[in-house]
């Protein structure tokens, strides 16, 4: 077999045949020809074929030939294990002889083949293949040199860790200082490989690469103004992680580098510009920014501006000239996957709603059916940090400017000053309020504009100005922004109806109850919209709805507002089949109805109850199918149960005691019990946060099972993963508030990881916050257990809550301090003051605890504090006792 095997011709025909009829567009006849090639896949000398046809077949064409290397790859990917050795090794002596081969196509391809058996593990297995290609680099042959490093290119892109590594005897100490003599080499091809090859190690801060730094940054200097747009693009990336990984050796040329950049980023070659553009948004993460760029920032202001208009080609990508396209039914590819966001159960802070660890979905996202990056978005995501970087210092260069745009004749450049409007709102925002009584009714009126495209970004912008619009006088902005918002929802364009909900979304969280006047108004626009939106839409709409529900809380709970509202959903509901995705939206949707209707929900509970256990039930056993039979059945999408979880949660909450004939009804804590010790973590979160809402709706379900549950909720005490812990941390209080004295075994299960995460550093303060309630209550219902730790936590235990609302979880949580206080006053003395400190946040505690408040005072004497302790102590207590009368 060694060097004569030779193709029968029978079954090269055969195959051949079945490569022509690969490349027709009919769908059956690819399904054939995939099970034709899965069959072959049984013969060992099948990739024989495959390679032959690739390397020696010339006289086929090359379209035919690269597909022959493509199938082979994919086998390669699926099957290289079990190529028999004389396979393997007809294959890869036949890519490296055949690297140079005259056409581009055919060497890209078998450059291709040879990545992926090197990634294969077969680094280690192919000695001589790097060193092969290196050596193939000083070919006199062009076409041998170009494989060779293209070749070499995808190697350094899919094994770089690995090239880096003892395993190999540390090949690139050779191959770096090799590749940085190809730098000047006369075709631009080899150029730009050898940049693409070194640009693999940058971020890795691979050592091989750091000690030929300097020169490596002189080589690029001196490729700065390469005729070729892949040499200047693969240089502009280099200087961009180079900004990240070695700022201290750029620094010393930083004013000649970014003169440099402001060119590139003007460059004729759109790409070259977007790489270029890059270098603003890692600047403006760096220490050095403002010193760095201050001097050039009148330069640097117009071109970020200037990148931001739509090109003509992006207009044509966005049929920018259909105005009216809402009864064109969606194209089901453009439609993004959804990923549902877990339940987490957090803490209201003072003069605010809940607080969102994240800021999330307020980026640049208003035209993301686009090639998802482009020069448009990366200068306005640059604009937006710099403005967060230089404040109103950047006003002075934008306002001129702004002027000017905003008032044009030609939508594209107006559209773009209404885009630069918006992404400076975050960082220029107090420089921007004189202006706004002005812009925001300009603003309103362009949401009129004739042009959908300006439509939707004008949505956009307002969105961004919302905090500052709520804080004025609800008839001068909010009521007519809301009124034209409303109107936008039903748009006759798709993607202003889009920008419209979003922006709506957004209105709604910062008004919250300022929307309550307007309710009847608003619910019949997103009602409408329900009947007129196309597929993707009603996903956004299904957001705008759920989030009025959070903002406006029971004040939904009116009979003619369900009436308006329950209806349209729950025809939803009704048409989607379980297996539809669509109904991650509608479930989120339902969750804060369902939280914010209360007991106005109650005819809609059991049907959406029943199908939501369902969903559970019918995720677990597919998990099991799966588990035990892999090849037989495919793993199911967890996220059903997931959302499934969360709604029964938002049920919970809303229904309260209600709830408990359904649970009785239903084996839901069985399945619990199985979620909550399901491998996937987002599984365990939602299923610790319904724990606790079914501990405070009805214990008397949950607690013949605390025994089982007890021992989970300890091993996920874990802070690596913040939302499960926390969501099982809360669970723990809640259980221990309806448990009392008999949550005494448990507390041995519990505590030592609750107190080490109170101690923890950068323990986000959500998790903190939950932590500290939890370990109050538990000191609540078993002062003799957990008052002798008392020392061990009270410090951080005292900072992380006296940021929190005056609430029930806070009151039981200083009944237990005040509890473990008297059992070992000892604990506190060393921490009084911190202890004063958190008292004081109370506004309004209830009598009795305010009088354990004044008892606490004189119980550190026992442990001999300092007078003053005591004094300061008795101030504290007499500022909430009578001032706050």
């Known amino acids: 077999m060694e060097c004569e095997w030779k193709p029968d011709e029978q079954g090269l025909q055969q195959i051949l045949q079945l490569l022509k009829e690969s490349q027709s567009p009919d769908t059956s006849t690819q399904r054939s020809v995939q099970q034709r090639l899965e069959q072959l896949n049984q013969y060992p000398d099948f990739n024989n074929y495959l390679i032959f046809v690739l390397t020696k077949l010339k006289s086929e064409d090359e379209p035919t030939r690269s597909l022959s290397g493509l199938i082979l790859k994919n086998n390669v990917k699926a099957h290289y294990q079990s190529f028999p050795n004389g396979v393997s090794d007809f294959i890869k002596r036949e890519c490296l002889q055949n690297i140079g081969d005259s056409s581009p196509l055919i060497r890209a391809t078998v450059g291709i083949l040879i990545t992926t058996i090197a990634s294969k593990g077969e680094l280690q297995n192919w000695p001589e293949l790097l060193p092969k290609l290196c050596l193939l680099l000083d070919s006199e042959d062009y076409n041998t040199c170009e494989g060779a490093f293209g070749a070499l290119q995808k190697i350094c892109e899919d094994s770089a860790e690995i090239l880096d590594s003892d395993m190999l005897d540390r090949p690139l100490n050779i191959m770096i200082p090799k590749f940085l003599q190809f730098f000047k080499h006369s075709s631009p091809k080899i150029r730009s490989h050898a940049i693409a090859c070194v640009n693999q190690f940058i971020i890795s801060r691979t050592q091989a690469l750091m000690l030929h730094i300097d020169p490596f940054i002189e080589n690029l200097f001196a490729l700065a103004t390469d005729e070729e747009p892949e ?8 200087l961009v992680m180079l900004l990240e990984v070695r700022l201290d050796r750029l620094l010393p040329h930083m004013h000649n580098i970014i003169e440099y950049m402001l060119q590139r980023t003007q460059d004729q070659d759109e790409n070259v510009a977007l790489e270029a553009c890059e270098f603003w948004l890692t600047l403006a993460e760096q220490p050095v920014c403002k010193e760095v760029l201050c001097g050039h920032l009148s330069q640097l202001t117009p071109v970020l501006v200037n990148g931001m208009k739509y090109s003509e080609i992006d207009i044509i990508l966005l049929k920018g000239d259909i105005e009216e396209d809402e009864a064109i039914p969606d194209n089901e590819q453009d439609i993004r996957p959804r990923f549902h966001r877990s339940r987490t159960v957090a803490q209201q802070h003072e003069g605010d709603g809940i607080e969102e660890e994240e ?5 640049l996202d208003d035209d993301d059916t686009i090639s998802d990056w482009n020069l448009r978005k990366c200068s306005a995501a640059a604009l937006d940090v710099l403005a967060n970087v230089f404040r109103d210092d950047l006003l002075l260069h934008i306002l001129p400017l702004l002027k000017e745009l905003l008032f044009h004749p030609e939508w594209v450049v107006k559209e773009s000053g209404i885009l630069v409007l918006g992404a400076i709102a975050e960082g220029c925002m107090q420089g921007m309020i004189p202006y706004l009584p002005e812009l925001i009714p300009h603003l309103i009126q362009c949401l009129s504009d004739k042009k959908a495209l300006v439509r939707s970004i004008t949505c956009w912008t307002l969105s961004r100005y919302a905090h500052w619009v709520v804080s004025q006088p609800p008839d001068i902005y909010l009521k007519p922004l809301m009124t034209e918002l409303l109107k936008r929802i039903l748009d006759s364009n798709k993607r202003v109806q889009e920008a419209a909900c979003s922006a709506f979304a957004t209105l709604e969280e910062e008004a919250c109850t300022e929307l309550v006047p307007y309710l009847a108004f608003i ?7 329900f009947s007129k939106y196309q597929h993707k839409n009603l996903l956004i709409l299904y957001d705008a709805i759920g989030t009025l529900a959070d903002s406006v809380g029971h004040h939904l709970n009116k009979p003619e507002y369900i009436q308006m509202l329950m209806p349209p959903l729950i025809q939803k509901w009704n048409q989607l089949k379980d297996e539809d995705k669509d109904l991650f939206p509608l479930l989120e949707c339902l969750s804060s109805v369902a939280t ?7 005819p809609y509970c059991e049907p959406v109850y029943q199908r939501c256990v369902n969903l559970v039930q019918k995720t677990l056993a597919q998990a099991m199918l799966h588990q035990s039979q892999p090849d037989q059945y495919e793993a199911p999408d ?4 997931i959302v499934a979880l969360d709604l029964l949660s938002g049920l919970a909450e809303g229904l309260g005691g209600t709830i408990e004939q359904l649970v009785a009804r239903s084996n839901i804590l069985t399945l619990m019990y199985q979620c909550m010790q399901d491998k996937m973590p987002e599984v365990r979160q939602s299923s610790f946060a319904l724990l606790g809402d079914l501990t405070k709706a009805c214990f008397q379900h949950v607690k013949p099972c605390i025994a089982d549950f007890m021992p989970i909720l300890g091993t996920n005490l874990n802070p690596e993963l913040i939302s499960v812990c926390n969501n099982a941390t809360w669970a723990i209080g809640e259980i221990s508030i309806q448990m009392g004295p008999e949550m005494q075994p448990y507390i041995a299960m519990v505590l030592h990881q609750l107190v080490e995460i109170i101690n923890r550093p950068n323990t986000p303060k959500t998790l903190l916050e939950n932590t500290a309630i939890t370990i ?3 000191g609540y219902v078993c002062p003799q257990e957990v008052a002798p730790m008392l020392q061990q936590f009270i410090r951080p235990w ?9 609430n029930e979880e806070k009151d039981s949580a200083f009944r237990g301090i005040c509890t473990m206080i008297s059992v070992n006053p000892g604990g506190v003395v060393q921490d009084f003051i911190f202890f004063c400190d958190a008292v004081a946040s109370w506004v309004n505690p209830k009598d009795d605890l305010r009088d354990m408040f004044y008892k606490s005072r004189y119980l550190p004497s026992r442990g001999q504090p300092e007078d003053w302790q005591c004094r300061q102590f008795t101030l504290v207590v007499h500022k909430i006792y009578f001032e706050r009368q």
């Open 596 to 602: 914010a209707l209360q007991s106005g929900f109650l």
């Open 359 to 363: 800021d999330e979905d307020d980026e």
């Open 798 to 806: 005292c900072t992380s809550l006296r940021n929190i609302r005056d």
């Open 231 to 238: 040499v200047r693009k693969n240089v502009c990336r280099a």
């Open 523 to 529: 619910l019949d626009t997103l009602v409408f919209a």
């Open 638 to 641: 967890k996220d059903f149960m």
């Open 776 to 778: 109050g209550r538990l």
